[in-house]
């Protein structure tokens, strides 16, 4: 038997029965110091707000009076955020990103799904499969807005300020539904011109050879050990974390790299025998109450689609010669195929 009637609304108010307003009188200050945040500079945060550097000077200083709290540094290069305008920052920034997908114009029950979706996508994928492939999409539903975005955090799609992320490691939470995709398959590549100039790298002259590396490869997690064996055995020429940058460092001959094994469709690529396969699982993260807008679920089912074991690129086993598929579209048109 329940303690208390839940028709009775003196006993069961909801928060907006409550007529005071928790956070104060400084919204609007809130939004400038969350720009000079982001900006780290007063001069750059007016500029993004269109406003003036006294006004958002003036703005923040209110705020650090009412709260009893300084909030900002001076450096040489702009200013830093003490600890407490630190949690404060982090705290806007969440309510930003809420406030944002409230707002945005998503149109869940019309006829044409409309409104603007945000994807953290890592730069190869987004080269090669989801720019080409959007052409389709859009014709097929016009009103969809993409943002695609290079995640800022590979590992947290919160932190990414996006609806969704393709990732590689699964997240459990309560407000976040995930969808395990392919796998994405790397494996050690050299351009034909390295090749003229040092030869063909095997397991037997690694000595003697270049290679590309990356943060990303070098991190200790055990999953790219194998890699980083046969780079121990040779020279590290150069080291870059961007990874359409990476792929050009290879394409032009500086070392041996290890790219995702769709790149050997790239003519000028040659994938090597070095005892070197890494398979990485593909999730399909999405804020679990972005689904219910339509637009948001149209994404999301498309991306899982292209990145499914459906697509040969993605199947559980890696295979060099995949059956022609009409995912191959995006990457046939980058090289010209």
């Not at 809130?30 to 550097?53: C, D, H, P, W, Y």
């Not at 150069?238 to 290890?258: E, P, Q, T």
Request: glycine share 6%; net charge neutral.
């Amino acid at each position: 038997m329940r303690p208390f009637d839940p028709d009775q609304r003196n006993l069961v108010r909801s928060p907006l029965d409550n007529e005071n307003i928790l956070s104060g009188q400084f919204w609007g200050e809130l939004r400038v110091f969350l720009a000079v945040a982001k900006a780290k500079s007063f001069n750059r945060a007016a500029e993004i707000l269109n406003t003036s550097q006294p006004t958002v000077s003036r703005q923040v200083k209110r705020l650090q009076d009412l709260m009893g709290s300084q909030l900002f540094v001076p450096t040489q290069h702009g200013v830093k955020l003490t600890p407490k305008g630190q949690a404060l920052a982090q705290a806007l920034t969440a309510l930003d990103h809420s406030l944002f997908a409230l707002t945005n114009d998503l149109r869940a029950e019309t006829k044409d799904a409309e409104g603007v979706v945000r994807v953290s996508i890592t730069d190869g994928l987004n080269t090669f499969f989801v720019a080409p492939g959007t052409s389709a999409f859009a014709a097929e539903h016009p009103k969809i807005q993409l943002h695609l975005k290079s995640p800022a955090n590979v590992v947290s799609l919160r932190d990414n300020q996006t609806d969704m992320m393709i990732g590689f490691n699964p997240i459990e939470a309560a407000d976040i539904s995930m969808q395990k995709l392919g796998y994405l398959h790397f494996i050690p590549i050299v351009a034909k011109s390295y090749i003229q100039q040092y030869g063909i790298p095997t397991r037997l002259n690694l000595v003697q050879h270049l290679f590309l590396q990356s943060e990303f490869y070098s991190a200790n997690t055990g999953l790219w050990a194998p890699w980083n064996g046969v780079v121990s055995q040779g020279q590290v020429a150069h080291f870059c974390d961007n990874s359409m940058a990476y792929g050009m460092l290879v394409k032009a001959g500086l070392g041996i790299g290890l790219l995702g094994s769709y790149t050997i469709l790239e003519p000028n690529a040659v994938p090597l025998e070095l005892d070197v396969t890494i398979s990485v699982p593909m999730y399909a993260l999405v804020l679990t109450e972005r689904l219910n807008a339509r637009p948001v679920r149209l994404v999301f089912d498309w991306l899982c689609e292209m990145f499914g074991p459906a697509n040969p690129w993605f199947a559980p086993r890696l295979r060099l010669d995949p059956p022609q598929s009409r995912f191959d579209s995006g990457i046939k048109l980058l090289f010209n195929l």
